[in-house]
């Protein structure tokens, strides 16, 4: 299954990590965490346009999609 996450984007839910809300990402531990992941980023405009991060086992996407919009897409599908 997969998750529409805006902007043209689409996660497979089986790399899925988790989705938190962009305001999380200013705290020091956070931050340390989201420059050193090995994988790919985003650029600067996604993150200052986002309310939600999502964090997958290779990427970390910013969406303007709110965490709990993204969480309710999940527990849609998984209903389906």
């Avoid at 689409?10 to 899925?16: A, K």
């Avoid at 809300?21 to 790919?40: A, C, H, R, W």
Wanted: no cysteine; aromatic share 8%.
């Amino acid at each position: 299954m997969f998750l529409h996450i805006g902007n043209s984007k689409v996660v497979n839910l089986n790399e899925l990590i988790g989705i938190f809300n962009v305001e999380m990402k200013n705290s020091n531990t956070n931050i340390q965490f989201l420059e050193s992941f090995p994988g790919d980023h985003v650029s600067s405009l996604e993150q200052e346009e986002s309310n939600s991060f999502v964090l997958t086992k290779s990427k970390i996407l910013y969406s303007p999609i709110s965490p709990l919009t993204l969480q309710k897409r999940i527990e849609k599908n998984i209903q389906e």
